[in-house]
């Protein structure tokens, strides 16, 4: 009798350990603003109607824009309502199974052993071990959501910024060079950037590309070219930024540049920047540094 108390005392506890968990644990702030509310002030800009106005003969039928400042609008509308949905992406990501895997793994142990210690009540602590299984589904999922999830976020947030740092340089391009409909192409791989699949397929393509980027650096190490003193001068002032970063920093450039993010980090950066033999090649770099860091060259 004396045990059996004892194991529903625990059973208790241990539940009541577990809403806690999973009261207490929030990964996100609350917004400072209405989500929705923003996105309805937008959605002109978001429908087809916004691609037909862009070829309207008239600037008034575009609020007045020029069809450069209408392309920006729609384009900027639809990556801030891309960042939002994205947003809300990563909140359900981590209530779905990151946060709850913590409190469910501690449960179920607690439960287990409780089973194992006291005999009289083994069948209902197991019992409960059982559900408390089922309510998180599996194991492996688990640990998917909780060791693998992490690393594609990151990898997800890495090649949203790459795609970003593309578009926002094709913006100060006029509309013949860059125009909407060239834009929604890249919108769509800012999208894909975004997504579990885009960032399994990132992670593969850069597995399997390391061989060959090594191949590429060795043959480069043979070829020397001159450059004019002004780029020299700035692929210099990128090396010296560089050098001042830290590891969380360097890392976020590295992935951003697709070099690789080993123990040679800061060595595969410099190389990189020194590897711009052109103001045009130098420019993608530099204009990822300023999206990351805010620093201009």
Known sequence: ???????????????????????????????????????????????????????????VQRNGMDKKQWRNAVVNARIRAMDVLFNDFQQDLYQEGVGFGISTDWIVLALSGAGALISSASTALSAASSGVVGAKAAFDRNAFLDKTMPTLLATMVAQRKDVLATIRASLALDIDEYPLTLALTDLDHYYQAGTLPGALTAVAENAGSVAEEADDRLKSLLVVSAVSPGLQARREQAADFVKTLNDVELRALAGTLKVPADEAMLGNLLFAISSAQSEAAFDVIAQKIRIHFGEEF
């Not at 529903?8 to 506890?13: K, N, P, Q, V, Y």
């Not at 539940?15 to 989500?35: E, I, Q």
């Open 1 to 59: 009798m004396k045990h059996q108390k004892a194991a529903i005392l625990l059973l208790a506890f241990s539940f009541l350990m577990l809403g806690g968990c999973l009261a207490s644990l929030t990964a996100y702030p609350d917004l400072s603003y209405d989500a929705g509310a923003e996105l309805k002030s937008i959605e002109s800009y978001l429908s087809a109607e916004a691609i037909t106005r862009y070829d309207a003969a008239e600037d």
